[in-house]
């Protein structure tokens, strides 16, 4: 803990352009973080703290990544709606689709620095059209509209293999209200639904957003 906070507080007094600043050093003389430093979990650790603040549902922690690794069986993944790239990084690769170009630079370095090979495309997952279907993919679609999570669950759906696994966090909202209910059921007829997890309320930091 006392090696991530050092890390993070060093970043924090960084000036201008965070990532121009590590993207330099890191191609360069790593006169601020050496190697080892820059693929530590502790300092990815720290990164994602530092970015994670005011973003629609922060980052995805560790014991998230882990627990969704574990239901989505080892491999590499198809990752929408990357973000920073937290899911890739915990299954030590695959493809992302982002479609904040600021989040997909991001997520492609910290890939980069841990020595997983980035394979980050920057375009909107719902209008992605790739020539092949997945075994294992998970979606974290923004928490918002009806059709913000519904429009991600389907796109997730059809890019899946037969037999393959899809994992979508969603808030309580889409799972429970009256609103949403022929979109669940659209979704019940459409896959066998494994499981529902709820999440607790503060499993993501810097944000109480309640998700499953």
């Given at each position: 803990?006392?090696?991530?906070?050092?890390?993070?507080?060093?970043l924090?007094t960084l000036p201008?352009d965070?990532?121009?600043?590590?993207?330099?050093?890191?191609?360069g003389?790593k006169?601020?973080f050496?190697?080892?430093?820059y693929r530590?979990?502790?300092?990815?650790?720290a990164?994602?703290?530092?970015?994670?603040?005011?973003?629609?549902?922060?980052?995805?922690?560790?014991?998230?990544?882990s627990f969704v690794?574990t239901?989505?069986?080892?491999?590499?993944?198809?990752?929408?709606?990357?973000?920073?790239?937290?899911?890739?990084?915990?299954?030590r690769?695959?493809?992302?689709?982002?479609?904040?170009?600021h989040?997909?630079?991001?997520?492609e370095f910290l890939?980069k620095i841990?020595?997983?090979?980035p394979?980050?495309?920057?375009?909107?997952?719902l209008?992605?059209?790739?020539?092949?279907?997945f075994?294992?993919?998970?979606?974290?679609?923004p928490?918002?509209?009806?059709s913000?999570?519904?429009?991600?669950?389907?796109?997730?759906?059809?890019l899946?293999e037969?037999?393959?696994?899809?994992v979508?966090?969603?808030?309580?909202?889409?799972?429970?209200?009256a609103?949403q209910?022929?979109?669940r059921?659209?979704?019940?007829?459409?896959a066998?639904?494994?499981?529902?997890?709820?999440?607790p309320?503060?499993?993501?930091?810097h944000t109480a957003?309640?998700s499953?």
């Amino acid at each position: 803990m006392t090696k991530r906070n050092d890390y993070y507080d060093k970043l924090r007094t960084l000036p201008g352009d965070l990532l121009a600043a590590l993207q330099s050093d890191y191609l360069g003389k790593k006169e601020l973080f050496s190697v080892d430093e820059y693929r530590s979990p502790e300092f990815h650790e720290a990164l994602l703290l530092l970015l994670g603040p005011g973003k629609d549902a922060s980052y995805f922690p560790s014991e998230i990544t882990s627990f969704v690794q574990t239901l989505l069986g080892p491999g590499r993944i198809l990752s929408l709606y990357c973000f920073l790239g937290e899911f890739l990084y915990q299954c030590r690769g695959g493809i992302g689709v982002e479609r904040l170009p600021h989040d997909a630079k991001w997520a492609e370095f910290l890939l980069k620095i841990a020595e997983i090979e980035p394979s980050v495309i920057t375009e909107d997952p719902l209008h992605w059209e790739p020539k092949r279907k997945f075994e294992r993919i998970v979606c974290t679609p923004p928490f918002g509209t009806r059709s913000d999570e519904f429009g991600a669950i389907e796109k997730g759906l059809s890019l899946l293999e037969t037999n393959g696994r899809l994992v979508v966090i969603v808030s309580p909202n889409f799972l429970w209200s009256a609103k949403q209910s022929q979109a669940r059921e659209t979704i019940r007829q459409r896959a066998q639904i494994s499981a529902i997890v709820s999440l607790p309320s503060n499993v993501f930091a810097h944000t109480a957003v309640q998700s499953a």
